[in-house]
């Protein structure tokens, strides 16, 4: 039951309600999660969140899983009007890794007992299929790594002989899955190729990423709540939510950040309907917010993304500003974290930190 229903609030025993049924396994309407999406009261808000701790203790432990990232190009051909990576922003100064550079980064992310590498770059159309299978397969072979790839959308033929060179997971956030603002922000990009997409990387045997950002203009609590319910459909494994960040060199310069707090709902609400699903608490919500960043841990997050590109590309991998502000070396932020982890009673994974198959 949750804690400290009080009888003689209709609206907060409506709540708690929800919450118990999500909590016990039946499955959310999409007016019960936009009920919960728009709880404000510090009651309700520690009933929800501490509902979902509960169930990611339960489905997915207390290990806190790593990821280690190589933000290897800057390039993009696309024109996403949040990103600061977008093809018609000239303000940046365009990279691409060398490979050596890349492997360096890899061998680093082994040397830290990461047991996994995020290969994360825009869409560059001239990372042509062989150059990223060599790479895949040079990682693989000298470090024995589990490879994530997160390049974007591209051909069947491409995600399969990238999972033959050896790559093992996808992240392809689906953004919003609202036709209207996909429409809008994401120009030239239709939304059902996107989906054609993480159906194919499903259809391959990866283990699939998807996403959302929170706070895109136009965007409102149903449309959020038609999110988690696609999160849940689409059954992924790994779900990326973070805030959207206003980027002054984009044509959203003038619209408001996302609200950490509607983040945290909800990553909450993601727990509760998905249960065992892997859900970094990500980079984006740290740079509005620190607290919010290991608050999310507490409300169902159970991964961190370390970011291991070095320095001078890491800069220059604009996407949102205060992604890149924090100079700490990867080394330091890794002994912070396992401080902070460890105050908060949890544990660094040791294994692969695969998505588990079923409810403990
Ligand atoms: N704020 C937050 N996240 C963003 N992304 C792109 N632009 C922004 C922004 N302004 C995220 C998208 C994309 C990933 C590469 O970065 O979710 O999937
Ligand atoms: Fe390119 Fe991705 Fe940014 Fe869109 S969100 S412009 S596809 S890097």
Redesign the pocket.
Known sequence: MVKGTSISDPGRMRINDIINSASQGKDLTKEDIVQLLLISGRNDLDALFSAADDVRKIAVGDEIYLRGIIEFSNFCSRN?L????RRDNHAITRYRMPEKDILLSAHYIRKLKVSTVVL?S?EDESLNRDSLCRLISRIKDETGLIITL?VGERSFEDYRAFREAGADRYLL?H?TSSAAIQKRLRPGAPFENRLKCLYWLKDLGYEVGT???VGLPLQNVGMLADDILFMQKMDADML?I??????SQ?P?ANCPN?DPDMVLKVIAIARLVTKTTNIPATT?LGSLSRDARLKALSCGANVIMPDFTPLQYKRLYD??PGKSDDNTDVETFMINLHAQITKLGRIIGQGSGYRKQEIK
Do not use: D, V, W
Not at 82 to 85: F, M, P, S, T
């Open positions: 996403c949040y990103c600061g990576l994360q825009g997160s956030k953004e996403g959302i950002m990326g973070g805030p959207f960040i206003t980027h984009t959203l996302g984006a996407i949102y």
